[in-house]
């Protein structure tokens, strides 16, 4: 059966998309970095292209390029526990669309399921979201303008200098392949802020079938 709602629909809805801004607007404020509609449409990407790859069934595809694309809508609420209060959002919305309640609900766990904090892979379209939403590391998701007063956080995300997911179906590998500046970040600094999201990783990829494999400056790392 063929639904109304799909991704392209989701992606287009002002209620999401305005929600998404407000929180990213707020993020700015706090010093975080970028979560706009450009995180939210990267990660709905990779999510839906990890399960693709892997051989799993257009909905399932469509259902964690949603989750992905709504995952971080909490943060119009407040950073902390945005994860649930994101869920909670979500269920209200697709509640109103043609979208089956037992969808809703795979949409709406990952997305509860998000923050390393809190969360991690209960199925395969969770494990998709906190893949691509944990490896979306690049230097134009620094908002703040001042170098000189970055965190750990802005430093690691300036000084990648590529970033980029493979999937390795025949070898059941997801790899995960990082360049960084040293002279911004090494890959010390890297671990001291990602090592549970890395962890997280590894347990998401494990949920499909695969290992994860983290390669940084040309070393393998996990």
Not at 203 to 220: D, I, Q, T
């Amino acid at each position: 059966m063929e639904y109304r709602t799909n991704f392209k629909q989701i992606r287009k809805n002002e209620e999401i998309n305005l929600l998404i801004e407000k929180g990213n607007d707020i993020l700015n404020v706090l010093g975080y970095t970028e979560h706009s509609k450009k995180h939210a449409a990267k990660v709905a990407e990779t999510a839906g292209r990890i399960l693709k790859e892997l051989g799993y069934g257009k909905r399932k595809i469509e259902l964690a390029m949603t989750a992905g694309y709504m995952h971080d809508i909490g943060n119009s609420i407040n950073r902390s526990d945005h994860a649930h209060s994101g869920a909670i959002l979500a269920y209200q919305i697709l509640r109103e669309t043609d979208m089956p309640l037992k969808d809703i609900l795979t949409v709406t766990a990952a997305i509860g399921h998000h923050d390393e904090e809190t969360g991690t892979a209960v199925d395969e379209v969770s494990a998709a979201l906190i893949l691509a939403d944990k490896t979306d590391v690049r230097r134009n998701r620094v908002q703040n303008p001042v170098p000189s007063s970055f965190d750990i956080h802005d430093r690691v995300n300036y000084a990648a200098l590529s970033s980029k997911l493979i999937i390795h179906k025949e070898k059941c590998m997801i790899q995960m392949d990082l360049e960084l500046d040293d002279s911004i970040c090494t890959v010390m600094d890297y671990f001291e802020i990602f090592l549970n999201r890395m962890i997280m990783c590894r347990r998401a990829a494990e949920c499909l079938g695969c290992k994860f494999k983290l390669v940084a400056n040309g070393n393998k790392l996990c």
